[in-house]
């Protein structure tokens, strides 16, 4: 009853989802009455998710017979919410790691994960946290427009971003202290092993003498349209994105550079209170296995978490991952733990930064 | 909660019962009619209020002030960051600059609509109520593409006509807000002004212009004052719904154009300080309240001058 309950709740809010739930309800209850087979995960939405959908719940249905509801948006605000009101509709969740250190002030969100259920072979350790299991790859990269700056001059690296005199034009970042901070100092000869904890006020200085040649985006797509059209002519932005563009528009004048990326980790997690713990771990489970992260990865460009993934995976592929490239040395990993732990300090600092320079 | 339910039943049942008058139903509807009277009539929608805005209002303010024992300490933060003061002033002044434009804008708008044939008018209502359908973020990104330097109006002016040497700073500052704002506040605004003033006698400008005053004149000196509790309505609501802006100014706006509805927004989706972020709100809806007391207050002198 309780489970029925949750699911009203689900259908409710998410339209979309709403569908797809009264059909499952529906199925479950007409066949598998005895059993709580059905979960909902909750991602980002787009087409990373309906590839999910296609390459592991479709799967995942048929091989354990447990139904999956996926539903877009996640945000850590709802968790929030759902922890502190004790009614969680959701039980796996795709987080940014940044989400998975408990917060001053905020209960602890997340069960732990019982990795007796859960096989994470070939997972990297660090990506291995009590709360929370890495499941992707991305990379923060630099990426430019190839009319203002053809092969053989192109930037290749962040202290290029930093040359006016030699690349000039109007450059974009994220509007944020995350990526910026690190961005600066590697760009002013900090390495990358030394990069945290982060100089912030070394680093918001760095930023100075670019003033008014930076745009301040808000939003990742953002980065994409304004350097095909030329508005910028680099920025920071997604390697996905920009693979993305390039492979649905051919001849977009965009390229991207590996060197100095800024790689981030989505872990799959359990919001804490969700009442099907058992069938979110073997989904977990089903989403860490090599061979589903390999065809996951071909078919997005999101690097696969798990290392024996990429040996299944093709070269020309590979060129393509984020884990391929941190494998190579080429990115560093965000320290989330460190962003998590000074997140409400720095978004302070960073307004007020920006609001006297 | 289950109260806020129960009082909204009896008036609702009354409504649908109140043709067919058979049976106790509609003795106690008569009841209620007569014991509240047309006021009962409000119930469902008090009901409504209660429940989507005050109680939520309610939990907002009780989390600026608990955490979980009552503290200050939200609002101590506040007061000790200068950057704080000047956010709500930039706020205020988009706000501001955006209801003044409206207006502007607005104006002339409603007045064609008075004026004009029923056909016409309802053409143009159309025109006007169609942006309403787009999504703001769709909205943003096509300013984008219209505004920046290479946009859609740059490259008319700069490479077509020839009429700037270099392309105007249009997006991605205060410009570019104030023209994003201004162009999903503008059908609010028209109806608005169109409503009031549609109540305005035009008789009196066609009296006006058989005395001998010329048509601009009649409207200067008729029309306008006529439509000036209109034009304060309009500004206020105007001014009242811009203060709440954060998606526009985040994709049109520079490194600036910070609005305190931003910062709720970080505060509450990405830093989990839900108490900061209900502080930052409850000082919004502060200002957002002295400014409607004040207007109040000053209609209701113009009203008692009026009479005397």
């Not at chain 2, 106690?28 to 509240?36: A, E, I, P």
């Not at chain 2, 946009?151 to 023209?179: C, D, K, Q, R, Y």
Request: glycine letters at 8%; one cysteine or more; aromatic letters at 12%.
């Amino acid at each position: 009853m309780r489970s029925l309950k949750a699911w009203k709740g689900t259908a409710g809010r998410f339209l979309a989802a709403s569908l797809v739930a009264s059909g499952a309800w529906f199925a479950t209850t007409g066949s598998a009455a005895a059993e709580d087979t059905t979960i909902v995960f909750s991602g980002w939405g787009g087409s990373w998710q309906t590839a999910e959908r296609k390459l592991y719940f479709d799967t995942f249905e048929k091989a354990t017979g447990i139904k999956v509801v996926d539903v877009p948006d996640v945000n850590l605000t709802k968790i929030k919410a759902m922890v502190g009101a004790k009614n969680v509709e959701w039980d796996v969740v795709q987080a940014i790691g940044m989400w998975l250190p408990q917060r001053a002030g905020t209960e602890e969100l997340w069960e732990p994960l019982d990795y007796a259920a859960i096989k994470t072979d070939g997972i990297p350790k660090e990506m291995i946290a009590p709360n929370g299991v890495g499941v992707a790859t991305f990379a923060q990269i630099l990426a430019y427009n190839t009319d203002a700056f053809p092969a053989g001059k192109a930037p290749t690296s962040w202290a290029d971003f930093w040359d006016v005199k030699k690349f000039p034009g109007k450059r974009g970042f994220l509007n944020q202290p995350r990526y910026a901070l690190e961005a600066a100092l590697m760009a002013h000869g900090v390495a990358m092993k030394d990069l945290y904890p982060l100089d912030v006020e070394r680093g918001l200085k760095l930023w100075e003498p670019l003033k008014s040649d930076v745009l301040w985006w808000e939003q990742w797509p953002q980065a994409p349209s304004l350097l095909a059209s030329g508005e910028l002519v680099m920025t920071l932005s997604s390697q996905a994105r920009i693979l993305g563009l390039l492979q649905s528009e051919k001849t977009a004048p965009v390229a991207m550079v590996w060197n100095q990326g800024i790689m981030t980790v989505d872990f799959l997690a359990v919001p804490k209170g969700s009442k099907h713990k058992e069938a979110a771990f073997k989904l977990i489970s089903w989403m860490l296995d090599p061979e589903h992260q390999a065809e996951y990865a071909k078919a997005t460009d999101v690097g696969p978490s798990n290392t024996k993934a990429l040996a299944l995976i093709d070269e020309k592929t590979k060129e393509r991952l984020p884990s391929y490239h941190y494998q190579k040395g080429e990115l560093v990993a965000l320290d989330n733990a460190w962003w998590a732990a000074n997140l409400d300090k720095l978004t302070e600092r960073w307004n007020q930064w920006k609001l006297t320079n | 909660m289950g109260r806020g339910g129960g009082g909204r039943e009896p008036p609702q049942r009354s409504l649908a019962r109140a043709v067919p008058r058979v049976g106790l139903e509609a003795e106690t509807s008569d009841r209620l009619m007569r014991r509240f009277g047309p006021a009962a009539l409000a119930f469902p929608g008090l009901a409504l209020m209660v429940l989507f805005f005050t109680l939520p209002v309610g939990v907002i303010l009780a989390q600026s002030f608990f955490d979980p024992g009552f503290t200050l300490k939200f609002y101590a933060r506040m007061a000790a960051g200068p950057e704080y003061a000047l956010v709500f002033w930039i706020s205020i002044k988009i706000a501001l600059l955006s209801a003044f434009f409206s207006m502007i804008a607005g104006y002339p708008v409603a007045y064609l609509l008075v004026k004009a044939a029923p056909t016409l008018r309802a053409i143009m209502m159309a025109f006007i109520l169609l942006p309403f359908w787009t999504n703001i973020l769709v909205r943003c990104y096509a300013w984008m593409l219209v505004l920046q330097t290479k946009g859609l109006l740059n490259s008319i002016l700069v490479g077509w006509l020839h009429l700037l040497a270099t392309p105007l700073p249009l997006v991605f500052n205060l410009t570019g807000v104030i023209i994003g704002m201004v162009h999903y506040l503008l059908p609010i605004n028209i109806l608005i002004l169109y409503s009031a003033m549609k109540g305005i006698d035009l008789k009196l400008v066609q009296a006006a212009q058989g005395l001998g005053a010329n048509p601009l004149r009649a409207f200067l000196t008729v029309f306008v004052p006529l439509s000036l509790p209109a034009v304060r309505a309009a500004a206020l609501l105007t001014f009242v719904l811009a203060l709440g802006f954060f998606v526009t100014p985040a994709l049109l706006g520079g490194r600036g154009e910070i609005t305190v509805a931003m910062l709720v927004s970080t505060y509450f989706s990405e830093v989990l300080d839900w108490g900061f972020g209900s502080a930052l709100a409850t000082v919004l809806l502060a200002i957002t309240t002295l400014g409607l007391c004040l207007h109040f207050a000053l209609e209701r002198r113009r009203a008692g001058l009026v009479l005397q």
